[in-house]
């Protein structure tokens, strides 16, 4: 997924700035491992001409947990 025509803004709170010329791409892998856990990675690549010499590349990864396994919502209740 590519995102332009964002507004100047910061990368990162206190941190580097990036212009409207700004262009994010986003690319989004699942796979599996061969003991069974199913995992989502999104990276990341923010390229900009006027604040970024390099493109900057950032990495989050998502662990599927199975279904009922260690999250028990509950509704909210009046005291």
């Known amino acids: 997924m590519v995102t332009t025509q964002l507004r100047a803004g910061y990368l990162r709170k206190n941190g580097v700035p990036y212009s409207e010329n700004t262009v994010l791409k986003e690319y989004f892998d699942r796979f599996d491992e061969p003991g069974g856990d199913s995992w989502l ?34 509704p909210c209740t009046a005291r």
């Open 41 to 74: 990675m999104v990276m990341t690549v923010v390229e900009d001409p006027a604040y970024l010499a390099i493109p900057f590349v950032t990495t989050s990864h998502f662990k599927k947990i199975p279904v009922g396994s260690g999250w028990d919502p509950q």
